[in-house]
């Protein structure tokens, strides 16, 4: 059998069993409709009641401040324009986020400059951090909301959440993160962290795709963004996907179980550092990322003299399905923003390399991985004019 | 991103990879920012691409289109390597993505901005030959 090492799951994250056993009978016999009075109904409406608790337990909330959507993207839009729209009747008129954000959120923001708002992009330092300082020196009175994501899906930097969250607390404005890529990697207490709107996907911790969630504090009022229906208590309308919200609530249930992420990082953390160690040997590269501050699974590292997808065609052949930055940007010419806002030139950035690691990952897949990506580089630089220059440069200068 | 298996071929197995030494052309286009350079060697005897080689850095459109432009040309004459067409090459790959179709016109550029080279070296002046070998307009 062809190998095959799925080390894309920043992308997107297989359907555990267990989460697909969970989900079955509301794709077969249990296809009631939450709203309806019938008892077939009402096991609908438990089932979903259900996964909203359990979406609560992981993230230390009530489970009525869980609102299931259609994905991450629909709550990072929802949060950041119903938020927006909310306070800007008030005269609140300012955003705050980052420059490295996901387009989910920086495509929001672009719409709300349009619509007249001012949006300041706070840059981020050479390792895709900010300080909680930075966002207090960037409020001001007529701030709305300010948005920061808690883990970059590109580089994997995981931000002072916690300090930010004190930082807008004590300001009076309102945080959301965009948390799609920590559920499940790092501990995540809304209550203790004073994040007043959290945005998650199911299918980045092994449930389905087509499901997301907002968590958005007891007491805060944002407008709604999918009018229609009474559900979700009128905030959200929309016949449920109660099969996907089922597996969404099992996937949290499983990966943010006590000692599920302390375990998770212990396996990990040391095989992506020894991904990394090993990769830096090769000359010219570089780590993008904060070294310790960044999620168990993420690795990324810019190759000079080489461009990221001719890397990903021939690690695929090798058996290794990897990314170059945000999948969804490889329809794109230009590259990543993320790896810009680092301070990294375009060419260098072009080069990238993406490698998301499973907990279910073994010592010998790692090994295969390390052992796949010298050859690799060494052919395609074999081949490129640019290293060829980078070479000549380098035997000029010594 | 869907790609020929044309494409993947050449891909993986690029033809004529590598650079001529005393080349009698050699160009270059491209440029890092937009994430692709090509560069295209040719051996000219008696007006026949006698010899072709290439080396690119880019993505593996990139890289498959100068593996075929390559192929296309060798053991052609000048004007016949000069009627290369972007269409020609894409033709020839069954196909490329449409965001890619960049790589195709990068890949007849390469061709003429070596031969434009060879002209400069026996003296003569290209442009009315080769035509004006523009940057692409992909990244502008």
């Known amino acids: 059998m062809k190998k095959f090492i799925y080390a894309d799951n920043a992308a997107t994250t297989p359907v555990s069993q267990p989460v697909l056993e969970a989900m079955l009978p509301y794709l ?8 309806s009075i019938y008892e077939k109904g009402r096991r609908a409406l438990a ?18 401040e869980i609102y299931f959507t259609g994905c991450g993207s629909e709550a990072d839009n929802w949060a950041i324009k119903g938020a927006a729209m909310a306070l800007y009747k008030k005269g609140k008129k300012h955003v705050i986020t980052t420059v490295f954000e996901h387009h989910a959120v920086l495509h929001t923001t672009q719409k709300l400059e349009k619509l007249g708002m001012e949006v300041t992009y706070l840059p981020v330092d050479e390792n895709g951090l900010l300080t909680a300082e930075d966002v207090k020196a960037a409020i001001r009175p007529d701030t709305a909301l300010v948005s920061i994501m808690y883990a970059n899906n590109e580089i994997g930097t995981v931000l002072p959440i916690a300090e930010i969250g ?60 999918l009018d229609g229906g009474g559900q979700e208590g009128g905030h959200r309308a929309g016949t449920e996907n109660v099969a996907s919200i089922v597996g969404m609530g099992r996937a949290i249930e499983l990966a943010c179980a006590p000692g599920a992420i302390a375990k998770k990082h212990d396996h990990l953390v040391p095989l992506r550092d020894k991904i990394i160690a090993e990769t830096l040997k090769l000359p010219h590269t570089r780590l993008n990322g904060h070294p310790t501050q960044r999620l168990p699974g993420t690795i990324n590292i810019s190759f000079e003299g080489v461009e990221g997808e001719s890397l990903l ?3 695929d052949l090798a058996g290794i399905a990897a990314s170059s930055g945000s999948a969804c940007t490889s329809g794109s010419l230009d590259p990543s923003h993320v790896l810009l806002s680092l301070g990294l030139s375009h060419d260098v950035a072009h ?34 004019p640019l290293w060829e220059k980078i070479v000549k440069e380098e035997q000029a200068g010594a | ?31 890092a920012k937009c994430g692709d350079i090509m560069k295209m060697y040719l051996k000219i005897d008696d007006g026949i691409i006698s010899d072709v080689k290439f080396k690119t850095f880019g993505c593996g459109a990139a890289i498959a289109t100068s593996s075929i432009a390559t192929e296309m040309i060798k053991g052609k ?15 020839a790959l069954d196909g490329l993505p449409p965001a890619k179709i960049h790589c195709s016109v990068l890949a ?4 003429k901005a070596a031969l434009a080279d060879y002209y400069r070296k026996q003296g003569v002046d290209p442009t009315p030959i080769v035509g004006a070998i523009e940057d692409c307009d992909a990244c502008h």
């Open chain 1, 47 to 64: 089932a979903i009641e259900e996964a909203r608790r359990q979406v609560a337990d992981a993230l230390h909330c009530k489970p009525r």
């Open chain 1, 313 to 315: 065609l021939m690690l």
């Open chain 1, 166 to 225: 004190a930082v807008c607390r004590q300001a009076g404005v309102l945080f959301h993160t965009d948390a799609v890529q920590a559920v499940g990697n790092v501990e995540i207490d809304v209550q203790a962290q004073n994040i007043d709107m959290l945005s998650l996907s199911a299918h980045k911790f092994h449930g389905p795709k087509g499901v997301g969630a907002l968590y958005i504090r007891s007491g805060v009022r944002i407008e709604n963004f």
């Open chain 2, 1 to 31: 991103m869907l790609y020929s298996d044309k494409v993947l071929d050449h891909f993986s197995n690029p033809r004529n990879v590598g650079e001529l030494e005393n080349a009698d052309g050699v160009g270059e286009v491209g440029n």
């Open chain 1, 351 to 384: 080069g990238s390399l993406r490698l998301s690691l499973a907990e279910d990952i073994t010592a010998e897949e790692v090994d295969y991985i390390i052992s796949s990506i010298p050859p690799v580089i060494e052919r395609l630089r074999a081949m490129s």
């Open chain 1, 28 to 35: 077969k016999g249990e296809y009631g409709n939450p709203s």
């Open chain 2, 77 to 91: 004459s000048i004007d016949d390597a000069l009627q290369l067409s972007n269409k020609a090459v894409i033709e």
């Open chain 2, 108 to 111: 007849e550029q390469a061709v």
